[in-house]
C-alpha cells in the first residue's frame, strides 16, 4: 500500500496541536519561501487560502475574485509547492546538523464548498492528502454559486447535502490511510439563501423572508 508520509505526519501534528494548544496562530502562505520563513518565525502551522489562491496563485494565471472561479486543482499544486519548499530547507537543516527549527509545519488547505457535490469532494481531498495537506476545511455555500464570506447572495445547501460532501471526504482520507482533519465551516450567519427546503432539519431555521 502507497504510504502519504507527509500528509499523515501532518495531520498527527495539527491533531495535537487541536488538542494541545488554546488556539493556532497562522497566516496564508502563497510561496515556499513564505512557507520556510513562517517556521522560521516560530509559526506551527500553515494555512493555504482560497481567497489568496483566487487572486494570485492559481493555475490559470489569472486574478480572479473568491468566487471558486480557479481550476480545482490549484490548491492542492500550491499545497505541494509549499511542502517541496519545507522539505529542501528540513533537508538543508539536517545536513548542516541543525534541529532547532521545524519546517515540517502541518498546511490546513481550503477546499471551498467543494468545486461541485460528493465525488468531486473525494477526488479534490484525495488530491489534497497526495499533496501533504494535514487538514482540509469545506463550507456549507452551494458550489455553483460560491461567493467570498463577505459577499451577500450566499446560497447554502442542505445540512444533508453537506454532510454527503463531507462524509465523501472522509472516505477519500480512510481509502488513502491518512487521518485527515475535516474541518466543517458554514456561512449561515450572513446568508439568505437555501438550494432548496426538503432537508427537515433545515426548517427550524427557515423564515419564509
Known amino acids: 500500500r502507497i504510504e502519504y508520509s507527509i500528509a499523515k505526519l501532518a495531520s498527527h501534528k495539527l491533531w495535537n496541536l487541536l488538542n494541545t494548544e488554546p488556539y493556532i496562530a497562522t497566516f496564508g502562505a502563497l510561496t515556499g519561501s513564505q512557507a520556510v520563513e513562517m517556521a522560521k518565525a516560530g509559526l506551527k502551522a500553515i494555512y493555504v487560502s482560497g481567497w489568496q489562491v483566487a487572486a494570485d496563485n492559481n493555475l490559470s494565471n489569472q486574478t480572479y475574485p473568491d468566487l471558486s472561479l480557479y481550476p480545482s486543482n490549484s490548491v ?36 471551498e464548498a467543494g468545486f461541485g457535490g460528493p465525488i468531486h469532494a473525494f477526488e479534490l481531498t484525495k488530491a489534497l492528502i497526495e499533496a501533504g495537506a494535514a487538514g482540509v476545511h469545506f463550507e456549507d455555500q452551494l458550489a455553483a454559486e460560491k461567493k467570498c464570506g463577505h459577499l451577500g447572495g450566499k446560497v447554502l445547501i442542505p445540512i444533508s447535502a453537506f454532510i454527503r460532501v463531507l462524509n465523501a471526504a472522509r472516505l477519500a482520507s480512510d481509502v488513502l490511510g491518512v487521518p485527515t482533519i475535516l474541518i466543517a465551516r458554514t456561512d449561515a450567519l450572513n446568508a439568505k439563501y437555501l438550494s432548496n427546503d426538503v432537508d427537515e432539519t433545515d426548517n427550524q431555521f427557515l423564515t419564509g423572508k
Do not use: C, H, T
Open 76 to 111: 492542492p499544486n500550491l499545497v505541494k509547492r509549499l511542502n517541496n519548499a519545507l522539505l529542501r530547507a528540513d533537508q538543508i537543516s539536517w545536513s548542516e546538523g541543525k534541529r532547532d527549527i521545524d519546517y515540517l509545519l502541518p498546511i490546513v488547505a481550503d477546499a
